[in-house]
């Protein structure tokens, strides 16, 4: 008679801090107040109509699969906006990525008195974070921070997804009998 006995013990041990009220309060890089209310009152208004149009009672709300497929446009929305809202827009600077050394510069590039570097073109600075931003579209309030560089894909993937999740929603609306057509 043979008795093996094995004994394993795995510990593991993760220790992660996060201060969410510098995260929610300020720009790491400027320290200036955030504007992250615009980003959950978007992120409320999303919430809203999603739960509007497919609660009990209303069409979309009736057809669970035209219900689920709301709900999906309705978290690519939430996922593309805080991917937005939270990555780096394209924030210059000094000595990093955007930036152009002083003895090479070009008729194109842009000096920013505020932020005192060299510039490429396409670049400014946003009066409302106080940087300069490569490929500057504009300042979002309802992302919290600037669309440029760093950020306009999700943006505009951001804006496609909200555009399609209404076409969708309309177009539920026009097809799917309502409370005053009978289902044959």
């Known amino acids: 008679s043979v008795s093996v006995s ?49 609660k009990d009672g209303t069409p979309m709300g009736r057809h669970p699969i035209f219900g689920a497929v709301f709900h999906w446009f309705g978290a690519m929305c939430t996922v593309l906006l805080w991917l937005t809202a939270l990555s780096n827009p394209g924030i210059v600077v000094r000595g990093g990525p955007g930036t152009v050394d002083p003895e090479a510069v070009d008729a194109d590039d842009i000096y920013c008195d505020i932020c005192d570097i060299w510039v490429g073109p396409r670049t400014h600075h946003c009066r409302d974070c106080g940087v300069c931003i490569e490929k500057h579209d504009h300042h979002c309030v309802w992302m919290g921070k600037c669309i440029g560089k760093g950020n306009m894909k999700a943006f505009v993937w951001f804006n496609t997804s909200w555009v399609c999740a209404f076409i969708y929603m309309f177009a539920c609306l026009a097809l799917l009998p309502g409370p005053h057509k009978k289902v044959h």
């Open 6 to 54: 094995v004994s394993v013990s795995v510990s593991v041990s993760v220790s992660v801090s996060v201060s969410v009220s510098v995260v929610l309060m300020t720009n790491p890089v400027t320290t200036r107040p955030s504007t992250i209310p615009g980003t959950i009152f978007a992120q409320g208004m999303i919430l809203a109509v999603v739960y509007a149009f497919t």
